[in-house]
């Protein structure tokens, strides 16, 4: 063999190993891409529908990205040599797919118990409030509600988008130059 074999030789081993590595650049590039769709809160360009009340707006953390628990559970769940699967939410994050894709959650009616707590000291000395704590609660009611709808829109970060194609085959460029 002489030198030009061995160096098509290496050049083809080389381009190998990168097809090879083709759907684990394309598993981690998409997981980037989403988790920046979540940090920018838009996607494809467009930005997340914002709340349509500013009274219920919450008055911490940013829009999709309170805890970071829905950040957290974006992962890739599998590569082969010819696909790659990623996935978002967990038994802790089962909204996951409600943000993702928008849906509009039924509530039934019933009768729900109320609990209070009668302030006896502190700021709140003689006052009835709500209370989150039913075995430190002075007493509580039965209320009837009526069944509702909750309305969650679209605010999109997973999904085939011509962003993603557009950063998978700059991620497969720049790969490719280095052979």
Same mark, same amino acid.
């Given at each position: 063999? &002489?030198?030009? &074999? ?5 050049? $083809?081993?080389?381009? &190998? ?15 980037? /891409? ?9 996607? &494809?360009?467009?930005? !997340? ?24 559970? +974006?992962?890739?769940? !599998? ?14 994050? +089962?909204?996951?797919?409600? /943000? ?10 019933? *009768? ?32 009837? *509600?009526?069944? !509702? ?7 999109? $970060? ?22």
């Amino acid at each position: 063999m &002489d030198k030009f &074999d061995k160096q098509l030789e290496a050049l $083809f081993k080389k381009i &190998d190993t990168k097809i090879e590595l083709a759907p684990q650049l394309v598993a981690e590039t998409a997981l980037e /891409h989403f988790q920046n769709a979540l940090l920018k809160k838009e996607w &494809d360009g467009k930005p !997340y529908q914002p709340y349509k009340d500013k009274k219920r707006e919450p008055s911490r953390g940013s829009l999709m990205y309170r805890t970071g628990n829905l950040f957290r559970t +974006l992962r890739i769940n !599998y590569v082969y040599h010819d696909r790659a699967g990623l996935s978002a939410g967990s038994s802790r994050v +089962l909204y996951a797919k409600a /943000h993702n894709e928008g849906e509009t959650i039924q509530h039934k009616g019933g *009768v729900k118990h109320i609990t209070f707590k009668k302030h006896t000291r502190g700021k709140f000395k003689g006052k009835t409030l709500f209370s989150k704590n039913n075995e430190r609660a002075s007493f509580s009611q039965k209320a009837s *509600v009526g069944a !509702y709808s909750i309305t969650l829109p679209k605010r999109q $970060f997973m999904g085939k988008s011509q962003s993603l194609i557009t950063d998978i085959k700059t991620r497969f460029k720049t790969n490719f130059k280095t052979l």
